[in-house]
């Protein structure tokens, strides 16, 4: 069975909170969009395999997260050993969600080749441990995302007939430091109100906290969203803690791939 794991960008993101368990409390809507990866699951003969070509990360196969999805499943239903490849175009490191909704795809993917009758709550369960974002991936709907990204709500955000230009540059941002340069605060104005303008509003009001720290820190990443901006992005703006980021037009950036030509790009039609 072959499944295609989407990415998914931040609209907004507010850190509120610093939580006693070294955590942070965030406020943010997940909005997923149409960059794929590839993700197939085929009974095996052999014993069981797994392979990754296309953008992967050199790192021990145990920890990646398709596979502990795959060992969450078996842990609860017996499975047959199984001949895994995923093809990796979403960027790792970037504020997508790929590795997040390439184990919720993992999930989805063996409960309906399977018929194991998982719901939808079930499945979300299963994976939450693997990751704040990864349970968002399995019904794959705008959501408002609290707590540590793992309390969501679904939340009526439309981006129907908008060009997403998606803008990855060759620039590693943990987490770690990401948060290290924020300061906790409860926003201004709630991020459904902000929201609820249209995307011609956005711009100014509709915020990522991470973005100052991480503009300072590498200004070739602010660059990148003025460059969008004067491109003709409506809106702009980097997504999760970075280093990727997002701009929303009404219509294609013509030959957008060599305006960054330097960085990964991709644009599609919402």
């Known amino acids: 069975m072959l499944v295609y794991p989407n990415a998914k960008i931040n ?69 047959p050993a199984l001949d895994i490849h995923i093809f990796k175009h979403i960027p790792s490191g970037a504020g997508l969600g790929g590795g997040s909704s390439d184990a919720a ?23 939450a441990p693997l990751g704040a974002d990864c349970a968002f991936f399995i019904e794959n709907s705008p959501m408002l995302a609290t707590g540590i990204g793992d309390r969501l709500t679904p939340i009526s955000v439309n981006l129907s007939g908008w060009t997403i230009i998606v803008v990855k540059p060759d620039i590693h ?19 459904t109100d902000i929201l609820a303008l249209p995307v011609e509003q956005w711009q100014g009001r509709l915020v990522n906290d991470f973005e100052p720290h991480i503009f300072a820190l590498h200004p070739e990443i602010a660059a990148i969203r003025d460059r969008l901006l004067d491109l003709g992005a409506t809106y702009a703006a980097m997504s999760g803690s970075g280093s990727a980021l997002f701009g929303l037009l009404r219509t294609p950036i013509d030959h957008a791939e060599e305006k960054f030509a330097d960085c990964f790009v991709r644009q599609r039609q919402l």
Do not use: W
Request: one cysteine or more; glycine letters at 6%; hydrophobic letters at 40%.
């Open 11 to 79: 609209l907004g993101l507010h850190v509120t909170a610093r939580r006693p368990d070294g955590y942070h409390d965030i406020e943010t809507v997940f909005y997923p969009i149409p960059l794929m990866d590839a993700l197939e699951a085929t009974e095996s003969h052999a014993g069981g395999s797994f392979r990754q070509t296309g953008n992967v990360l050199d790192c021990d196969p145990a920890d990646n997260l398709v596979i502990r999805a795959l060992r969450a499943v078996e842990a609860k239903h017996h499975l």
């Open 105 to 127: 795809f993992m999930v989805r993917l063996l409960n309906e080749q399977f018929q194991l009758g998982m719901s939808p709550s079930e499945m979300r369960a299963l994976v």
């Open 173 to 191: 941002v943990s987490t770690r430091d990401a948060y290290a340069g924020i300061t906790p605060r409860q926003p201004a104005r709630p991020l």
